[in-house]
């Protein structure tokens, strides 16, 4: 019977609309256009012609809205006739030149992001977005120099595809905007989903889905040659693209190079002081299309790139050099700029993708691709020699004054030291001596008792902060000569001694390969069902090589911080001179009489990283005349497992002070298999350079579900809903507490390898729960949306790697346990101005949050104990503490952000666009060394007491947090303690009280007193 009545449909008269879309300069027909009727609600999108088809409309005035990716959208006006069908003129659509202008900006400005050492905080300013999205469209671009984050989220929350392939690294989530630098013809096209949504190409996360079509066939025949100039990492660009658009055989195939350079700027005080910048952007697709529409499409592309790199500095430095563009990373060398931090980059990529059309309902997408991402920066190293950074703490004039941490009322002498504009500078806590013990004169006794007076020679520091100021080449920047001289002398002295200074080359590559499967399937009424297979191999590939000896003999690797540390092993640990003699090598068993003298030999550390992902979706989508509905459901199996080819000293005393506890603590610095290896070689006495030990692997499969629903109020007005709950494993790069020297992961990934119930086995995914509101409008004068949504995440894990004062050395941390809430709502709106002009506003407002404290692990990166145990003596080499996070916002740029644009576009490519923008609320991000419970109480967590505590005697400390009655709303605090006082109660049990005065951000003072029935070790009430 259904037969039946569809043949009785088919030849029954009917009111149907047809056309196609092209392109108004080429008249090449437009793939994949939206053409929507705004009175009736009912849309299609073009075939490859570049036509489109409606059937069953109702007769009337109708408005046919036609949109598409890259292009300007228009309206047309038509007359339906009831059973007639109407051809529609072909539609031109002129390419929208504004766009693609602004998204060669928002390019250079993501990479520009990408400066940090070991790419491990890459982050992108915003997400280049749809055109038909008024929101989206309007803040990529407006709000990408304040570094807006779309929802506040950071850039891992977004999802990229290119051909159906995903290339989101496995390893840190983020995606790599450079390995298409410059390459804006090659990404002109792309399917772009607002978060939650329905996507045909992925399951999708919080954030945007975007997928990069590359098809030969969608670029329009004909060359394009550009020239720009920026103020940015590079001063000019020439590119050039070919397109031979679809040919009599039906291949079509498109060509592009991109060349972006700049010579070192040598102009101190403006941007890109000091920097370099080359690159040579490549893309090539072939596309062969068939009558039955199956398609196979080739392409490669990739841009080797070599930058320089700046930094950011103190506040101190930029006030004394005057300007926020000081960059410390270069100095001359021969009359002739040199950076020191110089990045090289190459992402060489190749794709396979193959449509199958198995019937008008049924189709199926196939992809195969791999890439090899190399990617490295160079730094200064150096051993037993002084820092050679011109900005270090010591080479800076406050290192000389000690006014900074003190308390300027308590001035008493006649002797001050005067400011250049002839104001006193405040007196400090006097020092005494400087870091190698030496006087440095004289002070005096204030009001309080304490001895109080300048650290230095008033001259000596006028003199510093004259050459500051002055940007002498030989204080402000690398004295490269001096690098050289230290290294000729230290080569005359003893030719066999290794290098004072020299330049090694940090790599971070990662190999991945993948492969998709998608199968649509329409041939079902009001039902679309898409599943999704996707499969994919990645390596992270680490290790170390030299650069330049700067005119050294060699470098001999030893580790300078063990180095430096090593007399507490011989004091405390108990280790023999042969022990010591290992714990100070990068690699166990390696021959220290073969030194490092080429750029070849890996040093310092080698490991891998290899990840398996594997994920299978499925989503069904509901079209109904006032309601859509689609629900979907992935499953993601994520591993990694960490290699190495060299045997850490540090590592290797780590497991064997392990091995005295238990086996399970000894093996959880190398693995179980690991473990077993390097014991039996160590039985044997068969240790050698060069060994690959494999550490534990660990698994992780997490479920995701998401759901949408959308009522059409009519053509012009619809309400959508979008909900999302998922778990996710942590990325590499958070699970290794210190991958570059031992297989050791976050306490909770253990929990999961040895899970005894489901609650274990997700110890260490973060837990997800997100929903959106939408309430869409689109008339022909004005359109736009608004958007209210609610994000709480549970459980996630970051690792933070810093120098820790107390430690006197570089600490990694490991944060697990972070609960974060994102509550926002955005809108824009915009109005068309006559026939050129469109107003567009937009606004967003949000409250990103941390809603939970976390635990941490912190450990040192050379091995080193972190403290001693005041009860066993016995040494700690991993403090657990809790980090005071909650309420406190997140560091995810502006929370509070507004615009208005006034733009001009005229049919013959005329544009101009004018936009005053507004952003606040922007928060630094948290320093969890600043925030651990050890420092308001005295003690961690793990029972183990912390020095220079907050509640230790005369200790003056600014203290941004709540801690037990205070109200967090109080952001910051100032606590002075007063020498403790006792009384006594009628039982003879004594009460140490503690007062703390409390200076609240209006300027006000309370005094608060805390009472403690103990005093800890070094005679400090404990507080209660």
């Known amino acids: ?181 410059g390459l804006n013809d090659a990404s002109r096209y792309k399917d772009v989903i607002n978060p939650l949504e329905a996507t045909s190409f992925t399951f999708g996360d919080l954030g945007q889905s975007t997928n990069y079509l590359m098809g030969a066939s969608r670029y329009a025949q004909g060359w394009k040659v550009g020239v720009a100039g920026t103020n940015r990492n590079y001063k000019a660009r020439v590119n050039a693209t070919y397109a031979s658009g679809p040919l009599s055989n039906g291949w079509s195939f498109i060509g592009q190079l991109a060349y972006r350079f700049s010579p070192y700027v040598d102009n101190k005080g403006i941007i890109g002081e000091g920097i370099k910048y080359y690159s040579l952007g490549y893309f090539f697709s072939a596309e062969k299309v068939w009558s039955n529409g199956n398609r196979l499409r080739l392409l490669t592309f990739g841009a080797p790139t070599e930058r320089g790199q700046n930094a950011a500095v103190t506040q101190e430095v930029y006030d ?108 400090g806590l006097f020092i005494g001596e400087d870091m190698l013990g030496r006087s440095l004169g004289s002070g005096f006794t204030g009001a309080d008792g304490n001895l109080v007076g300048p650290s230095v020679n008033p001259q000596q520091y006028n003199a510093l902060v004259n050459l500051w100021k002055n940007r002498d080449n030989k204080t402000t920047q690398i004295d490269w000569e001096s690098l050289y001289a230290a290294n000729f002398a230290n080569n005359a002295n003893d030719p066999n001694a290794t290098a004072r200074y ?136 994520n591993s990694m497992q960490r290699t190495t080819n060299m045997l850490n000293g540090r590592a290797w005393y780590l497991t064997k002070i392990a091995d005295e506890k238990t086996a399970a603590d000894a093996t959880r610095y190398y693995g179980a298999n690991a473990y077993a290896q390097i014991k039996a070689a160590e039985a044997a006495g068969t240790l050698h350079a060069g060994t690959t030990y494999v550490g534990d692997a660990h698994y992780f499969l997490d479920p995701a579900f998401k759901l949408g629903l959308t009522y059409k109020i009519n053509g012009r007005n619809r309400l959508k809903l979008n909900a999302l709950a998922e778990t996710r494993a942590p990325y590499a790069r958070d699970a290794y507490i210190s991958q570059r020297v031992h297989d050791r992961v976050v306490d909770n990934i253990y929990t999961h390898d040895n899970a005894k119930s489901l609650a274990d086995f997700y110890a260490a995914s973060e837990k997800v729960a997100a929903a959106d509101l939408t309430y869409e409008f689109n008339y022909p004068i004005v359109r736009g949306r608004i958007t209210g949504f609610f994000t709480q995440t549970w459980n996630g894990t970051e690792l933070n790697g810093y120098y820790d004062d107390e430690a006197r050395t570089f600490v990694n941390q490991a944060m697990t346990g972070i609960d974060k809430r994102y509550l926002g709502a955005e809108v824009a709106v915009a109005v068309k101005l006559g026939n050129y002009f469109t107003l567009t506003g937009a606004a967003s407002v949000g409250d990103y949050r941390y809603t939970s404290d976390a635990m941490s692990v912190t450990s040192a990166e050379n091995g080193m104990p972190m403290t001693q145990d005041q009860g066993t003596q016995a040494l700690v080499f991993e403090t657990r503490d809790k ?139 404990v507080l209660q």
């Open 1 to 181: 019977m259904l037969l039946g009545l569809g043949l009785t449909i088919s030849v029954s008269a009917q009111t149907t609309l047809r056309g196609q879309v092209v392109d108004a300069g080429t008249g090449t027909p437009i793939e994949g256009a939206k053409v929507l009727l705004g009175n009736q609600n009912i849309a299609t999108t073009t075939n490859a012609a570049g036509e489109f088809q409606l059937l069953y409309l109702e007769a009337m005035d109708e408005e046919v809205i036609v949109e598409a990716e890259g292009y300007v959208g228009t309206i047309e006006l038509v007359l339906l006739e009831d059973n007639k069908t109407v051809e529609l003129p072909a539609v031109q659509l002129q390419q929208d030149i504004a766009k693609q202008t602004q998204d060669e900006i928002l390019l250079n400005l993501t990479e520009e992001e990408m400066n940090d050492d070991e790419g491990r905080s890459q982050a992108q300013a915003s997400s280049s977005s749809a055109t038909t999205d008024v929101f989206n469209s309007t803040t990529s671009f407006a709000w990408s120099t304040a570094r807006y984050r779309n929802r506040g989220y950071n850039s891992t929350a977004e999802t990229y595809y290119i051909e159906g392939l995903p290339f989101n690294s496995a390893e840190r989530g983020q995606f790599n905007y450079s390995a298409m630098g």
């Open 320 to 427: 004394l050099t005057g300007s926020i563009y000081y960059n410390p990373y270069w100095g001359y060398q021969n009359g002739k700029v040199r950076n020191s931090r110089i990045v090289k980059s190459y992402d060489p990529t190749v794709i396979a993708a193959y449509d199958l059309n198995i019937d008008e309902q049924q189709k199926m997408k196939f992809a195969v691709g791999y890439h090899y991402s190399m990617y490295s920066n160079s730094a200064l190293n150096y051993f037993n020699a002084p820092d050679p950074r011109p900005d270090y703490y010591r080479n800076l004039p406050s290192a000389m004054w000690d006014g900074q941490i003190g308390n300027p009322y308590y001035e008493t002498s006649a002797d001050q030291l005067y400011r250049a504009d002839g104001t006193p500078y405040g007196w």
């Open 502 to 637: 020299f330049i090694e080359r940090r790599h971070n590559d990662i190999q991945e390969a993948s492969a998709s499967v998608n199968y649509q399937n329409t041939q079902f009424d009001h039902l679309k069902m898409t599943l999704g297979l996707e499969g994919r191999f990645s390596q992270g590939i680490h290790y170390k090589t030299v650069d330049d000896l700067l005119g050294a003999n060699q470098w001999i690797d030893i580790d300078a911080f063990a180095d430096r540390d090593i007399k507490e092993l011989a004091s405390n640990g108990g280790f023999t001179q042969a022990d010591i003699e290992n714990v100070r090598k990068n690699e166990v068993a390696a021959d220290y009489d073969n030194v490092i003298n080429d750029t070849k030999r890996h040093f310092g550390y080698d490991y891998r990283i290899n990840m398996g992902n594997m994920k299978a979706w499925f989503q069904n989508e509901w079209t109904f005349h006032e309601l859509d509905l689609f629900y979907a459901l992935q499953l993601n199996f």
């Open 883 to 1021: 980090v005071l996070l909650k309420g406190l916002k997140l560091s995810t740029g502006p929370q509070a952000n507004a615009s208005l644009k006034l733009s001009f576009f005229h049919p013959k490519m005329w544009f101009a666009d004018v936009t005053v923008s507004y952003h606040d609320w922007n928060y630094l991000s948290v320093a969890p060394s600043r925030r651990m419970q050890g420092l308001y109480t005295g003690h961690r967590t793990d029972g183990t007491a912390v020095n220079g505590w907050f509640g230790d005697t005369y200790a003056n400390a600014i203290v941004p947090a709540k801690y037990q009655d205070y109200d967090i709303d109080k952001q910051e605090y100032v606590w002075k303690t007063a020498i403790p006082e006792y009384s006594v109660d009628g039982d003879g049990n004594a009460s140490y009280l503690t007062t703390v005065t409390v200076t609240n951000p209006d300027g006000s003072t309370e005094a608060k007193t805390i009472q403690s029935v103990e005093l800890d070790a070094n005679g400090v009430p």
